[in-house]
Nanobody, 117 residues
Framework: QVQLVESGGGLVQPGGSLRLSCAASGSIRTITNMGWYRQAPGKQRELVARITHGGSINYADSVKGRFTISRDNAKNTVVLQMNSLKPEDTAVYYC???????????WGQGTQVTVSS
């Protein structure tokens, strides 16, 4: 059992910043990769960033240079720092975790990010 809870979403102006946090609880030792997906209305869910337990990081091309993902294994949290936000970043952002046992993927409830002037 792994539970993921996101926080930090909200309304921000273009060019502004937001910091999303995801707290994991439960069978923490079963978690390998963690990261963030996002989904805008009428669009498919897309991977934003991921980070492995060892710290290897991948970003979507659309957010490279603007977003930073980090992970604190001791605190069982993953953070997405979002800078230079654009209206097209508006979406519900979901934290996820990959696990070594079933269920092999876990999802948070999502947090709304709205970028608008």
């Amino acid at each position: 059992q792994v539970q993921l809870v996101e926080s930090g979403g909200g309304l921000v102006q273009p060019g502004g910043s937001l910091r999303l946090s995801c707290a994991a609880s439960g069978s923490i030792r079963t978690i390998t990769n963690m990261g963030w997906y996002r989904q805008a209305p009428g669009k498919q869910r897309e991977l934003v960033a991921r980070i492995t337990h060892g710290g290897s990081i991948n970003y979507a091309d659309s957010v490279k240079g603007r977003f930073t993902i980090s992970r604190d294994n001791a605190k069982n949290t993953v953070v997405l720092q979002m800078n230079s936000l654009k209206p097209e970043d508006t979406a519900v952002y979901y934290c996820y975790a990959d696990r070594i046992i079933a269920p092999y993927a876990c999802w948070g409830q999502g947090t709304q990010v709205t970028v608008s002037s």
